[in-house]
């Protein structure tokens, strides 16, 4: 069992049970020895209610949503706003106080480009702009038509 490698002296032993007793004990046993030198890593996965509470921040954003990128977002006055009203005791209120793993710039472009995807599935250049305005006029004469005939 390999683990990340830190500049540490503490020791760590991993030991996990035989393939044939692993269906009574799915869990591997970590054990360490001496004191840690460093802080324990900040966490990658950000929990599903800081993620919804994050998609509905960024579809706040609205129009502003087609040009956004991760330094502007944190910058935006709907997120200044919105992190003064949830933190209210902290004057200066960032992102990563909904959760540390906010911080990082790449992990959050991934939910803006996300949220880009199902506002913008045509993109944000011309061609998206042509297609979404030819799809517009093709659902509203769709519906005149349905319209009329029933």
Not at 1 to 22: N, R, V, W
Request: aromatic share 10%.
């Amino acid at each position: 069992m390999k683990f990340a490698e830190q500049s540490c002296t503490c020791k760590l032993h991993g030991y996990k049970p035989k393939p044939e007793y692993h269906h009574e004990c799915p869990y591997i046993l970590v054990v360490n020895k001496g004191p840690h030198t460093h802080l324990a890593p900040l966490p990658e996965k950000t929990p599903a209610s800081v993620k919804i509470e994050l998609e509905s921040l960024l579809q706040k954003l609205e129009v502003d949503l087609a040009d956004i990128t991760p330094q502007s977002f944190l910058r935006h006055p709907v997120v200044k706003s919105y992190l003064s009203s949830r933190f209210p005791m902290l004057q200066n209120s960032m992102l990563s106080d909904l959760h540390i793993s906010l911080s990082n710039r790449s992990h959050l472009k991934v939910y803006i480009q996300r949220i880009k995807r199902t506002c913008f599935p045509w993109g944000t250049g011309w061609n998206g702009t042509i297609f979404g305005l030819f799809y517009t006029i093709y659902k509203l004469s769709h519906c005149k038509i349905q319209c009329y005939r029933t």
